[in-house]
Nanobody
């Protein structure tokens, strides 16, 4: 399985970016998916996660109300709409496919990782 992430780039504080991630295999539609991020010198953390049908989601407290995760199973894709961006959102963002249909924040329960896309937010 290959995950292709796109949509990263440079944004000003208060701006928006939309990340997209496409799964190469249709079976991804049966699995939970998530976005993680890793800033320089910091641990990788779960930003948002979504179960297989989009009926249940998780958000990191610091992004609640600003970020929205969604998916389109007809395209094997997961998205992360990021609004009101802050400099502290600067990180490499990774999409991931969980082992099960539920969402997860545990890296040990992730089956596949995307290559990462850099998001830089300037103040």
């Amino acid at each position: 399985v290959q995950l292709q992430a796109s949509g990263g780039g440079l944004a000003q504080a208060g701006g928006s970016l939309r990340l997209s991630c496409t799964c190469s295999r249709r079976t991804c539609s049966n699995n939970g998916m998530a976005w993680f991020r890793q800033a320089p010198g910091k641990e990788r953390e779960t930003v948002a996660a979504i179960n297989w049908n989009g009926g249940s989601t998780y958000y990191l407290d610091s992004v609640k109300g600003r970020f929205t995760i969604s998916r389109d199973n007809t395209k094997g894709a997961v998205y992360l709409q990021m609004n009101s961006l802050k400099p502290e959102d600067t990180a490499v963002y990774f999409c991931a496919v969980a082992r099960s249909a539920a969402w997860t924040t545990q890296r040990s329960l992730i089956n596949y990782w995307g290559q990462g896309t850099l998001v830089t937010v300037s103040s």
